[in-house]
């Protein structure tokens, strides 16, 4: 292992949160940014929808709280809920400022898109490419400045924990070999963990590994069993479980059996402008109501007002050889977004003195079992630009010291192979947590899973290290066996969180968080 690198600050992962963060702490520091594959590689580029903010006239940060807390099922934090709503406008307002592109309409003013459960229209967007817009925006206004050093595909594989405090982290880098990054203060933000599910609209790298490294290092966690499948991914056999976004149901496109018809008031009286949660089970239903697929239908729009707002997914459409404007969509849900992760308070500090988290790995609560939609590029400018910021007070961050003679951890799982390989893990968790989960089918998924979460775990406790392709299986299985009994303790339906043996929210034993700590 090569020398350490020493920093002020350490951030791991280069997405809104990771990013927006930096704007605070380059002016405060030496920071050096870990990227696992290339800085544009991760969620925020992904995301299409827009980015939600009461700047409206007619809304108000009281009105977008109501509506985050309705979608919440009752268990978001409303305290960071507060802070999000009320906080939010001044974050994107600096966008704005910076630059942002965000569409607007004949007159100048802000194109504010509606979504499912949003009471009014406060959604930013930039056509259907808000999320690499924000980053162009943000990668501009801190790339290339003096102090921050960007290393890309570097693979975080275990944190630093030293007298009960986190003092940076290890990583492989491009050529393999394992190195050291020193600091006051770490920040995870790296994404999510859909890779944990053999269908998810996220990009190969959100596999879950700063969950994996917080658990691993000791650090809480809350609220795994809540993981939102989004309603509406293109179903085409042979193709990418492409997104499409929520945006499109917000114009108007509808939910479609096979026979053409609109199902969804049937189930839910807010039609296809529901929660995540409910249209996801409301399509599941009818598909084993029909016996047959369902539909995104957009052929009763003006065919040039789709094109015009959605050329990012027209695009994705016609390489599965589809029309956006005139053809039906076949979709179905799809793993996008865990609203659970690694505990934190509303600076992103975790239980772990000197480790800090942001955007969807970290839980502050702001988003309880459901997220609201568009909520999450929110949460990551404004949760990450307030762990940067707490981070440079330096309030939690004494100085690093660099300790000689640091054993080099030795390779881990060359003789003999784990009993699950990734493609198999994903397929139990799809089958017993996905949208429907219960006792029997996540029981078998735990008996799969949990010896590779043993063997990790004694892994780590002997201070072997991972090779990249290891510690990608670590991180799911760790994430996976998290989920996995985190959704067997809670005996209520609630959210996302869907258990045919217990139908019922229970409010009377399950109205809480639930925390995990090794």
């Known amino acids: 292992m090569s020398d350490p690198t020493v920093a002020d600050f350490l951030v791991v992962g280069s997405g809104i949160a990771g990013l927006r963060a930096a704007v605070e702490l380059v002016p405060a520091g030496r920071v050096m940014m870990l990227t696992k594959s290339d800085p544009g590689a991760g969620s925020t580029g992904y995301a299409q929808g827009g980015i939600a903010a009461?700047?409206?006239p007619e809304d108000s940060?009281?009105?977008?709280?109501?509506?985050?807390?309705?979608?919440?099922?009752?268990?978001?934090?409303?305290?960071?809920?507060?802070?999000?709503?009320?906080?939010?406008p001044?974050?994107?307002?600096?966008?704005?400022?910076?630059?942002?592109?965000?569409?607007?309409?004949?007159?100048?003013?802000?194109?504010?898109?509606?979504?499912?459960?949003?009471?009014?229209?406060?959604?930013?967007?930039?056509?259907?490419?808000?999320?690499?817009?924000?980053?162009?925006?943000?990668?501009?206004?801190?790339?290339?400045?003096?102090g921050l050093a960007v290393h890309d595909h570097a693979t975080v594989v275990q944190l630093i924990v030293e007298a009960g405090r986190v003092a940076g982290a290890r990583y492989l880098g491009p050529d393999g070999r394992l190195r050291e990054a020193r600091a006051d203060a770490?920040?995870?933000?790296?994404?999510?963990?859909?890779?944990?599910?053999?269908?998810?609209?996220?990009?190969a790298v959100a596999a879950g590994d700063g969950i994996a490294l917080a658990w691993l290092a000791g650090a809480r966690v809350v609220d795994l069993e809540f993981f939102q499948f989004h309603p509406t991914a293109l179903a085409v056999e042979g193709q990418p479980r492409y997104l499409l976004s929520e945006a499109l149901?917000?114009?108007?496109?509808?939910?479609?059996?096979?026979?053409?018809?609109?199902?969804?008031?049937?189930?839910?009286?807010?039609?296809?402008?529901?929660?995540?949660?409910?249209?996801?089970?409301a399509m599941l239903a009818e598909r084993a109501s029909t016996g047959a697929d369902v539909f995104l239908s957009l052929a009763h729009l003006p065919a040039s007002d789709v094109r015009a707002r959605f050329p990012f997914i027209e695009s994705l459409c016609a390489r599965a050889g589809l029309d956006l404007a005139a053809d039906r969509l076949p979709v179905r849900p799809a793993a996008h977004?865990?609203?659970?992760?690694?505990?934190?308070?509303?600076?992103?500090?975790?239980?772990?003195?000197?480790?800090?988290?942001?955007?969807?790995?970290?839980?502050?609560?702001?988003?309880g079992a459901n997220r609201l939609a568009s909520n999450s590029l929110l949460e990551g400018l404004v949760f990450g630009g307030r762990a940067g910021a707490a981070m440079a007070r330096r309030d939690d961050a004494p100085p690093v010291v660099v300790t000689a003679?640091?054993?080099?951890?030795?390779?881990?799982?060359?003789?003999?192979?784990?009993?699950?390989d990734e493609a198999a893990l994903r397929q139990a968790m799809s089958e017993a947590a996905g949208v429907f989960r219960e006792r029997a089918g996540l029981e078998r998924a735990r008996d799969l899973?949990?010896?590779?979460?043993?063997?990790?775990?004694?892994?780590?406790?002997?201070?072997?290290?991972?090779?990249?392709?290891?510690?990608?299986?670590?991180?799911?299985?760790?994430?996976?066996?998290?989920?996995?009994?985190?959704?067997?303790?809670?005996?209520?339906?609630?959210?996302?969180?869907?258990?045919?043996?217990?139908?019922?929210?229970?409010?009377?034993?399950?109205?809480?968080?639930?925390?995990?700590?090794?």
């Open 337 to 367: 977004y865990v609203m659970g992760g690694v505990a934190t308070d509303r600076d992103g500090r975790t239980s772990l003195p000197g480790l800090y988290a942001a955007g969807e790995v970290a839980c502050t609560g702001v988003h």
């Open 54 to 56: 009461a700047v409206a």
């Open 405 to 420: 003679g640091l054993p080099a951890p030795s390779p881990l799982g060359r003789t003999s192979p784990w009993p699950i």
């Open 61 to 88: 940060a009281e009105l977008h709280a109501a509506d985050t807390i309705a979608a919440s099922s009752g268990l978001c934090d409303e305290d960071a809920v507060s802070v999000l709503v009320t906080e939010g």
């Open 449 to 518: 899973i949990e010896p590779v979460r043993q063997a990790v775990e004694a892994a780590c406790a002997a201070g072997d290290a991972l090779d990249a392709a290891r510690w990608r299986l670590a991180s799911l299985a760790t994430v996976a066996a998290l989920v996995v009994r985190a959704a067997l303790r809670r005996e209520e339906s609630r959210g996302a969180h869907a258990r045919t043996d217990f139908p019922d929210r229970d409010d009377l034993h399950w109205n809480r968080r639930v925390y995990d700590t090794r």
């Open 186 to 203: 770490t920040l995870l933000a790296t994404g999510g963990a859909g890779q944990v599910y053999a269908e998810t609209t996220n990009p």
């Open 90 to 146: 001044r974050f994107v307002r600096e966008l704005v400022e910076w630059g942002a592109r965000f569409d607007r309409t004949a007159a100048g003013d802000l194109d504010l898109a509606r979504e499912g459960a949003h009471s009014v229209r406060r959604v930013l967007h930039a056509r259907d490419a808000t999320g690499r817009e924000i980053g162009r925006v943000l990668v501009e206004r801190v790339v290339g400045r003096p």
């Open 249 to 281: 149901r917000g114009e108007g496109a509808r939910l479609v059996n096979a026979a053409g018809e609109a199902f969804m008031t049937r189930y839910d009286p807010a039609g296809d402008l529901a929660p995540r949660d409910r249209v996801a089970r």
